[in-house]
């Protein structure tokens, strides 16, 4: 399943919105720098959607604040 994903990176606090059933609006303390914030993303999600974060990979938007990710 895809999923869209609008990060907010270097936020005072981490959550995870869910906008509708495909689109995402993840908030990470982490800065976006050397992978740091994608990572903390993956992981959020992963809690959010109780899933091991081994089954979420980012399509598109590597460096973007907008991701397309893949969720196994």
């Known amino acids: 399943m895809k999923i869209f ?21 993840v908030r990470v303390k982490s800065a976006p720098k050397e992978g740091k914030a994608n990572m903390a993303v993956i992981k ?9 974060k081994s089954r979420i990979k980012i399509i598109s938007g590597k460096k973007s604040k907008h991701k397309i990710m893949e969720v196994s």
């Open 44 to 52: 959020s999600l992963a809690e959010y959607l109780d899933i091991p």
């Open 5 to 25: 994903v609008k990060v907010k990176p270097n936020s005072k606090k981490e959550e995870v919105k869910q906008i509708d059933s495909t689109h995402f609006e």
